[in-house]
């Protein structure tokens, strides 16, 4: 503040000489005019004294901000170093005090014993080795599950497979005998067939067939009730019998069986007049009642 004083004061003492001088020279004045203007002076056009002065306050300006700007330095300073010894103390005493943690803790396994630590490895073994026990037995488990599971799908792959390969012969000996014209080399591949596949019923009944072509009867009876023991509900069993019967004169038989291979095959109505085993039953009642469907 009083720097801004003098610098104020200092302005207004210049403005001031500048007016007077302005006001005491009011035009352009010759040589002889000024050599007057100086005789006729009484006092001198400045004041020593002033400038003094101010010139003595600008000094005293100086080193005041001089002074100021010492003692700022020498307060940083002071509180730089003061951060610094109080951060050195800080550490100091964590150090200590981590020292003295571990120095404690070790005194107090100085004091428990080893025993105790050795007791608490021993437990927490025992208690991993039983939880990995327990869990090895429970996927050893899971994986015998498993391999029995494969086991059994694999068996039934293996199975399908076969039956595949068995269907697939059948299948070929099947169109072999529809086009085999000689009934014997029929019933040849008709038992190729049964050895493939025994319970099968229509090659049962179609070899039947055959055998009463080459007037097998005994042994096509003995086929035909073979296929109806197997399946009971296959009409075309009953019809074969029906002709074997019928070929024996045996026409009460042939009637019966005619009837439960209608019952179970309806289509089979049709050929009742076009076997030829049914021949001798065409001036039978009872059949002419079966053909007219009453």
Known sequence: M????????????????????????????????QQQALDQLQEPMYKPLLER????????????QQKLREDVTKQVTHAQLDTA???????????????????ATASILVLVGWNSLRD???KVEDIVNTRVSVITDEYEDRLNILEEKLRVRSEEILSNQERISVTNEVHSLWMRANLESDFANKIEIFDEILNRKPEDVEAIA????????INETAKAIELCNQAIDIDSDYGYAYWQRACAYALTHKHA???????????????????LLHES?????????????????E
Do not use: W
């Open 85 to 103: 010894d109080r951060a050195i103390t800080y550490t100091t005493d964590t150090i200590n005090n981590v020292f003295f943690i571990i120095t």
């Open 120 to 122: 608490v490895k021993n």
């Open 253 to 271: 038989d042939a009637l019966a069986d005619i009837k439960m291979a209608l019952d179970y095959s309806p289509n089979l109505r049709n050929e």
């Open 277 to 293: 085993a049914f021949a001798s039953l065409h001036d039978n009642d009872s059949f002419n009642t079966i053909v007219a469907g």
């Open 206 to 213: 179609y070899k039947a067939d055959a055998l009463l072509e």
């Open 2 to 33: 009083r720097y801004y004083l003098s610098l104020l004061f200092i302005c207004f003492t210049l403005f001031l000489n500048t007016a007077s001088a302005a006001e005491q020279r009011p035009g352009a004045l010759s040589e002889q005019e």
């Open 53 to 64: 002065y101010v010139l003595d306050e600008l000094k005293s300006v100086r080193q005041d």
